[in-house]
């Protein structure tokens, strides 16, 4: 009778199926696992991330930082701009 796999070796076959990029039968395959056992982990994955307080830290901290990007090449563009328009207007 086979092990049952760790809840390390099911978040890590999740995050590899989920990041990248390959197709998921063959991170299935490459890990030696069924395609439907991998579907229904990342399925319980997305449900238990759903419930509120469960986005690890990580997760929060890269979100956080897409935001800040996001802002930072706003004011980055918005500068552009009145470089721009005060150049025009100096002439």
Known sequence: MASRPTEEF????????????????QVAADLGI???????????????SEKPGAQSDLEREIADLRKENRLLREERDVL???TVFFAERSK
Do not use: M
Request: net charge positive; charged share 30%; glycine share 6%.
């Open 80 to 82: 552009k701009k009145a």
């Open 10 to 25: 099911r978040a890590e076959a999740v995050r590899v199926a989920l990041t990248s990029g390959l197709p998921r039968k």
């Open 34 to 48: 069924g395609f439907s056992t991998l579907s229904r982990w990342i399925q319980q994955d997305r449900r238990n």
